[in-house]
């Protein structure tokens, strides 16, 4: 399998504009990201897709690969397959596209040597990973995005409320009946289910839960999924800066 890693970057973040550039210990953080997908052992390349100049010019000046994509985009997955457009315009083809967080500088390259293997598995059309909760907290944070899985590891559905309900449980003590999972936001696709995916209209649960990946499902898609004890820290606002240093 040929596989690309593409890191969407954007500079007009709402919350955090120009994030990319942003220095943590002496490196921007478009370039620590590019640096720890770059050490993955099953990626053919790596390549940032911007729609800035400034971030363009950046990764072009530490060395990086990076395309100049459509600045109308509204999410990382339609930005990956314009990537993928370009490139199969000048005969670069690839079999999986796994779309790497642009703005996670710790990502562990080993979860995408975990996304990329579940591909091994020919009925996968999308993979992406799921580690357990532990908290509380996060069980019943509607900003936390739970999945649940058969036995094959098949996405059977994800939420932002806590599933499955524990009936006839009270809420604290849920963690103690069952496993409970959450989303961690890597994905890989199959390039011609990529295709496929920038075409279907919006599904009624993804308008439901504002999450663009049940559009997937109810469309028939198999996601795959890997289990991870490893989450890496997303960097959101200049106040999640703070996490790194007290995170190490």
Not at 179 to 205: A, C, E, W
Not at 215 to 240: C, H, M, Q, Y
Request: aromatic share 8%; charged share 25%; with cysteine.
């Amino acid at each position: 399998m040929k596989i690309i890693g593409v890191i969407p970057s954007r500079y007009a973040s709402t919350r955090f504009p120009g994030k990319p550039l942003v220095m943590i210990d002496g490196c921007s953080m478009i370039q620590k990201v590019y640096e720890q997908a770059s050490k993955s052992s099953l990626l053919s390349k790596v390549v940032v897709a911007t729609d800035d100049d400034r971030i363009f010019d950046h990764v072009l000046d530490f060395g990086g690969k990076v395309i100049m994509t459509d600045v109308n985009h509204i999410n990382g997955t339609t930005r990956c397959h314009e990537v993928l457009s370009s490139l199969e315009k000048i005969g670069e083809n690839y079999d999986i596209v796994i779309n790497i967080q642009g703005d996670e500088p710790r990502i562990n390259p080993q979860q995408i040597d975990n996304v990329a293997q579940l591909f091994l598995d020919p009925n996968t059309d999308i993979g992406t990973l799921a580690k357990k909760i532990s908290s509380q907290e996060e069980l019943f944070d509607s900003n936390v995005v739970k999945v649940v899985f058969d036995d094959y590891k098949r996405a059977l559905y994800f939420s932002r409320q806590a599933i499955p309900f524990q009936r006839g449980v009270d809420n604290s003590d849920w963690l103690s009946k069952t496993n409970y999972y959450k989303h961690i936001g890597i994905y890989g696709y199959r390039t011609d289910i990529l295709s496929q995916i920038v075409v279907m209209p919006v599904g009624k649960f993804e308008m439901a839960e504002s999450l663009e990946q049940l559009r997937w499902l109810e469309n028939g898609l198999n996601i795959k999924v890997d289990i991870t004890d490893f989450e890496s820290i997303a960097i959101d606002t200049p106040e999640d800066l703070l996490k790194l240093e007290t995170n190490p």
